[in-house]
């Protein structure tokens, strides 16, 4: 279809396991240590390792705001504040520029605040009723946290929330870039937020896709997943030649696989469409994309599935890594997080590597980075998200591009 | 960026469909045939999904059936809480520690699921989106289908969904189960046509105060429902969402 306007990024910021901040979370690629350690947030009955945030690092929520109290908005609200990015000031500026009503809020979540929930569910057992601080529009509905940040920043263009599992914060920015293109708004602040919980993590377990071990993703002998948490918002505007020095959203490619609720196609048929389609809504080719970060969850069938459809869309010489090692798998946040991570890329003219990794799978035959390159030619690079559902996203960054 | 002439460009209503499993609601509202009829999805399938994924996925059948076609088209699910009965169920789980966890109500707590397995019965390899906005979530739904319009697909379906709520997660409501659907078109033009839904700068005293939550966020959908089936003539302004700066849409029908 047609190609759709390059919109500058002109704001962003990230927190996870990793720490606060894009500049903690370079740094934490450049090192490519994990940082995942048994789960301290809740007691579990079998041996995982997670990508989790300190307690004591959480903001409070401003007292009239106090019924969207959720770890999850906690998370989002610490991103928002962390001012070396700068990103609620970006946001402040947008209004001012545009006006409340023409910048939206766009986001992606797949928990939601479900970590409060599972406590009120706790206090109905014992008292027969959900507690009296249990809000579900304010904290279990979909919407909960992008209508905190609405209120927090007041903003008061379209605000919604994209659930799409793994490829909810992916999807989240396609549809803010589609916000700006069709003029709807002059501004979105998108991207995700997730956080930890019991119903994922004995999930996953359920699934029989829990790595005892921190995960090694793209490895030979990789044997599952670990959970993340964090947020990763962007602030996108409609081009400005004051933005022309910002790295760029190019292109967002979504698809769905038809095949199966938990298990990729297995050569990977939805991932080649959502990429080939990033592809040509940036008007690019694939030579032209230097870094593939990778969906890389680390389970058997996932890394295999999507190694086949890169090798559908890619050539050999391509580099390409995962990073879910490092962060742990952040699910719904995971698009924003990991878009980041190519926005980091661009920023610093570097290739990340794949942390955990010891020997990459023979079967692969893109280059897989295992450790961070710095100092490389970094012009366009994509992200790939694949979630529950069969459901594909590709989103691609550049410099601008005519 | 798009052209300011295409801001407000309508796009057309090719085919509608809803799904209102409780009888004395659907007649209530005046619609007849309004139960689940989710015989798309496979008999083994149909007995594993919840009420919230077969009222979505009857709704969007029934807009397909009304059109002559559809089922390979994106598809947009809006919902507030999706799977909230299998949620339940797990919370109960995890509450009394009772694991390990059904995998399978697991992988259909997502709020993909209705999503999911549409694409799979159906093969739709098209993005399938699912969003939600409580009580904005049909009008929020329209506008994310009328900007897919604009940008990256001529046709598109969107769904607006919920379940019966558990009693004691929202004590004050009672959320039935229902679900409305479209099937819209880029160029069509002698059809019912919907304009771009716009939010209210300042409320309008003569507006009639709706508070959609009550019974349930997708009955958002039934005042443009409404106006589809009486299909009178002209033009009118529908609202769309509850609130201090309510979303309306222009309806024109032919």
């Given at each position: 279809?047609?190609?759709?306007?390059?919109?500058?990024?002109?704001?962003?910021?990230?927190?996870?396991?990793?720490?606060?901040?894009?500049?903690?979370?370079?740094?934490?690629?450049?090192?490519?240590?994990?940082?995942?350690?048994?789960?301290?947030?809740?007691?579990?009955?079998?041996?995982?390792?997670?990508?989790?945030?300190?307690?004591?690092?959480?903001?409070?929520?401003?007292?009239?705001?106090?019924?969207?109290?959720?770890?999850?908005?906690?998370?989002?609200?610490?991103?928002?504040?962390?001012?070396?990015?700068?990103?609620?000031?970006?946001?402040?500026?947008?209004?001012?520029?545009?006006?409340?009503?023409?910048?939206?809020?766009?986001?992606?979540?797949?928990?939601?605040?479900?970590?409060?929930?599972?406590?009120?569910?706790?206090?109905?057992?014992?008292?027969?009723?959900?507690?009296?601080?249990?809000?579900?529009?304010?904290?279990?509905?979909?919407?909960?946290?992008?209508?905190?940040?609405?209120?927090?920043?007041?903003?008061?263009?379209?605000?919604?929330?994209?659930?799409?599992?793994?490829?909810s914060s992916s999807k989240s920015l396609a549809s803010a870039q589609r916000l700006i293109a069709t003029g709807v708004c002059d501004a979105v602040l998108t991207g995700g937020v997730d956080s930890l919980c019991r119903l994922t993590m004995y999930g996953f377990k359920s699934l029989d896709i829990m790595s005892e071990?921190?995960?090694?993703?793209?490895?030979?002998?990789?044997?599952?997943?670990?959970?993340?948490?964090?947020?990763?918002?962007?602030?996108?505007?409609?081009?400005?030649?004051?933005?022309?020095?910002?790295?760029?959203?190019?292109?967002?490619?979504?698809?769905?696989?038809?095949?199966?609720?938990?298990?990729?196609?297995?050569?990977?048929?939805?991932?080649?469409?959502?990429?080939?389609?990033?592809?040509?809504?940036?008007?690019?080719?694939?030579?032209?994309?230097?870094?593939?970060?990778?969906?890389?969850?680390?389970?058997?069938?996932?890394?295999?599935?999507?190694?086949?459809?890169?090798?559908?869309?890619?050539?050999?010489?391509?580099?390409?890594?995962?990073?879910?090692?490092?962060?742990?798998?952040?699910?719904?946040?995971?698009?924003?997080?990991?878009?980041?991570?190519?926005?980091?890329?661009?920023?610093?003219?570097?290739?990340?590597?794949?942390?955990?990794?010891?020997?990459?799978?023979?079967?692969?035959?893109?280059?897989?980075?295992?450790?961070?390159?710095?100092?490389?030619?970094?012009?366009?690079?994509?992200?790939?998200?694949?979630?529950?559902?069969?459901?594909?996203?590709?989103?691609?960054?550049?410099?601008?591009?005519? | 960026?798009?052209?300011?002439?295409?801001?407000?460009?309508?796009?057309?209503?090719?085919?509608?469909?809803?799904?209102?499993?409780?009888?004395?609601?659907?007649?209530?509202?005046?619609?007849?045939?309004?139960?689940?009829?989710?015989?798309?999805?496979?008999?083994?399938?149909?007995?594993?999904?919840?009420?919230?994924?077969?009222?979505?996925?009857?709704?969007?059948?029934?807009?397909?059936?009304?059109?002559?076609?559809?089922?390979?088209?994106?598809?947009?699910?809006?919902?507030?809480?999706?799977?909230?009965?299998?949620?339940?169920?797990?919370?109960?789980?995890?509450?009394?520690?009772?694991?390990?966890?059904?995998?399978?109500?697991?992988?259909?707590?997502?709020?993909?699921?209705?999503?999911?397995?549409?694409?799979?019965?159906?093969?739709?390899?098209?993005?399938?989106?699912?969003?939600?906005?409580?009580?904005?979530?049909?009008?929020?739904?329209?506008?994310?289908?009328?900007?897919?319009?604009?940008?990256?697909?001529?046709?598109?379906?969107?769904?607006?969904?919920?379940?019966?709520?558990?009693?004691?997660?929202?004590?004050?409501?009672?959320?039935?189960?229902?679900?409305?659907?479209?099937?819209?078109?880029?160029?069509?033009?002698?059809?019912?046509?919907?304009?771009?839904?716009?939010?209210?700068?300042?409320?309008?005293?003569?507006?009639?105060?709706?508070?959609?939550?009550?019974?349930?966020?997708?009955?958002?959908?039934?005042?443009?429902?409404?106006?589809?089936?009486?299909?009178?003539?002209?033009?009118?302004?529908?609202?769309?969402?509850?609130?201090?700066?309510?979303?309306?849409?222009?309806?024109?029908?032919?």
């Amino acid at each position: 279809m047609t190609t759709l306007p390059a919109l500058p990024i002109t704001a962003c910021s990230v927190f996870s396991a990793c720490g606060l901040g894009t500049q903690s979370l370079y740094q934490a690629l450049l090192a490519g240590k994990h940082r995942l350690q048994p789960p301290r947030l809740f007691e579990i009955d079998f041996p995982a390792w997670c990508g989790e945030i300190a307690n004591e690092l959480l903001p409070e929520l401003t007292p009239s705001l106090q019924k969207f109290s959720t770890r999850n908005a906690r998370i989002a609200l610490a991103a928002i504040n962390h001012p070396a990015d700068g990103l609620r000031s970006a946001v402040e500026q947008a209004i001012e520029r545009y006006g409340a009503q023409r910048v939206g809020i766009v986001l992606g979540t797949s928990t939601s605040g479900i970590y409060e929930t599972e406590k009120a569910y706790v206090w109905l057992k014992e008292h027969g009723q959900v507690p009296a601080s249990f809000s579900l529009p304010s904290q279990h509905s979909w919407v909960a946290t992008a209508r905190f940040l609405q209120a927090e920043l007041g903003l008061e263009g379209p605000c919604y929330v994209i659930s799409t599992a793994c490829s909810s914060s992916s999807k989240s920015l396609a549809s803010a870039q589609r916000l700006i293109a069709t003029g709807v708004c002059d501004a979105v602040l998108t991207g995700g937020v997730d956080s930890l919980c019991r119903l994922t993590m004995y999930g996953f377990k359920s699934l029989d896709i829990m790595s005892e071990q921190p995960c090694t993703p793209l490895d030979k002998d990789r044997n599952g997943i670990s959970l993340g948490e964090g947020a990763g918002l962007l602030l996108l505007e409609k081009p400005h030649k004051n933005f022309s020095g910002c790295v760029h959203l190019l292109g967002c490619g979504e698809s769905s696989d038809a095949h199966h609720m938990t298990a990729p196609h297995p050569e990977g048929k939805g991932a080649v469409i959502a990429m080939h389609e990033a592809l040509a809504q940036a008007g690019i080719t694939a030579q032209d994309i230097d870094y593939v970060n990778l969906h890389a969850t680390g389970t058997v069938l996932n890394d295999s599935a999507e190694m086949l459809a890169m090798d559908q869309v890619f050539g050999p010489e391509l580099h390409c890594s995962g990073t879910k090692g490092l962060t742990g798998h952040t699910l719904g946040a995971a698009g924003g997080i990991e878009t980041i991570i190519t926005w980091l890329s661009l920023k610093h003219g570097f290739r990340p590597g794949t942390c955990n990794l010891k020997q990459v799978d023979a079967a692969f035959h893109c280059s897989v980075n295992r450790d961070s390159e710095t100092d490389v030619p970094v012009a366009f690079t994509m992200n790939n998200n694949f979630g529950f559902g069969g459901n594909n996203t590709s989103v691609i960054l550049g410099e601008q591009h005519d | 960026m798009t052209d300011t002439t295409t801001l407000s460009a309508p796009v057309a209503i090719l085919g509608s469909g809803l799904c209102i499993p409780d009888e004395d609601i659907a007649s209530e509202l005046g619609f007849a045939d309004a139960g689940v009829d989710a015989s798309v999805l496979a008999p083994m399938v149909r007995r594993r999904t919840s009420m919230a994924t077969q009222v979505a996925i009857t709704a969007l059948g029934r807009a397909c059936t009304a059109a002559g076609i559809g089922h390979k088209l994106p598809a947009i699910f809006v919902s507030s809480v999706g799977e909230i009965q299998v949620t339940d169920k797990l919370c109960r789980a995890i509450s009394q520690q009772d694991y390990p966890l059904s995998p399978t109500l697991f992988h259909n707590s997502v709020h993909n699921t209705a999503a999911g397995y549409w694409s799979m019965a159906t093969g739709s390899m098209a993005s399938m989106q699912a969003m939600g906005a409580l009580d904005d979530g049909f009008a929020l739904g329209l506008l994310e289908a009328w900007c897919q319009l604009q940008t990256v697909t001529k046709q598109v379906l969107l769904v607006v969904y919920d379940e019966d709520m558990p009693e004691q997660l929202l004590p004050d409501y009672a959320w039935k189960a229902c679900a409305f659907a479209l099937l819209l078109d880029r160029e069509t033009r002698d059809r019912p046509l919907l304009h771009r839904p716009i939010q209210a700068t300042g409320s309008d005293p003569a507006l009639p105060v709706t508070d959609f939550t009550a019974r349930n966020p997708a009955m958002a959908a039934l005042p443009l429902f409404q106006v589809l089936q009486q299909a009178t003539s002209g033009q009118q302004q529908i609202t769309l969402s509850s609130g201090p700066w309510p979303w309306q849409v222009n309806m024109v029908m032919p």
